[in-house]
């Protein structure tokens, strides 16, 4: 796998330090750039990743931790189609739906890689939490 998309809530367990998950997802990111694996998320995920952090810490820390996120991860487009397929589509959450139906138009991300893998049981993408594709990865 070369292309994974983070949802939001990893990435907020990295950027908040919501123990133990940020050390999961931190080795995971250690991994991915040390092996040249590409991560993704969506528009959706970094403003609400930037609003609930300006909620929980302040305005300057929203952005500093929003900035250095977007030096290591891509953003993924959305646009009208993708919100249309989402809008019609069986999964429960909406936004979820959106990030499902960016990761498929784009056509070359692997895995979604959530905490809340019961959300994506509608997608054709495969979906793991950041520890179960750190320990398959890496055996331990």
């Known amino acids: 796998m070369k292309k994974l998309f983070l ?3 990893v990435l907020l367990d990295l950027l908040l330090d919501r ?7 931190s080795s995971l990111i250690e991994y991915c750039i040390l ?3 590409e991560m993704f998320s969506s528009p959706i995920c970094i403003a609400n990743i930037n609003y609930i952090i300006e909620k929980f810490e302040n305005k300057t820390n929203a952005n500093l931790k ?13 646009g009208q189609s993708e919100i ?10 909406f936004e ?3 990030q499902n139906y960016a990761c498929e138009s784009d056509g ?3 895995l979604i ?11 054709e993408i495969s979906v793991m939490t950041p520890e179960q594709y750190y320990k398959m990865k890496t055996g331990s």
């Open 113 to 123: 890689l959530t905490r809340n893998t019961k959300d994506y049981k509608k997608s």
């Open 84 to 93: 249309t397929m989402a809008k019609l589509s069986n999964f429960k959450d």
């Open 96 to 98: 979820d739906a959106i």
């Open 35 to 37: 092996n040249n694996i």
């Open 66 to 78: 929003t900035n250095k996120l977007l030096e290591i991860i891509k953003v993924e487009n959305v």
């Open 108 to 110: 070359s991300i692997d």
């Open 7 to 9: 949802d939001s809530d």
């Open 19 to 25: 123990k133990p998950f940020s050390e999961n997802i």
